[in-house]
């Protein structure tokens, strides 16, 4: 008695149907993750910014007379 190759194989939509949960739950880990990335640049931006840092005094050559 042959067997049938088609009977062996899973049918495509299952195969779909289980690989869509990982693809969808990697899609949105990848959009948070660049979402908290854009929020730390901008949080590190607005901490870096020169009217919150002191003012420090700038250093002078001595004169050579």
């Given at each position: 008695m042959p067997?049938?190759?088609q009977q062996?194989?899973?049918p495509t939509p299952i195969l779909l149907?289980?690989?869509t949960?990982?693809?969808?739950g990697g899609v949105f880990a990848i959009?948070?993750?660049a979402s908290s990335l854009q929020t730390w640049g901008e949080v590190?931006?607005?901490l870096f910014r020169g009217d919150r840092l002191p003012v420090l005094?700038?250093?002078t050559r001595p004169s050579l007379d």
């Open positions: 067997v049938n190759s062996l194989a899973p149907a289980i690989a949960l990982p693809f969808l959009a948070a993750i590190s931006t607005e005094p700038f250093p």
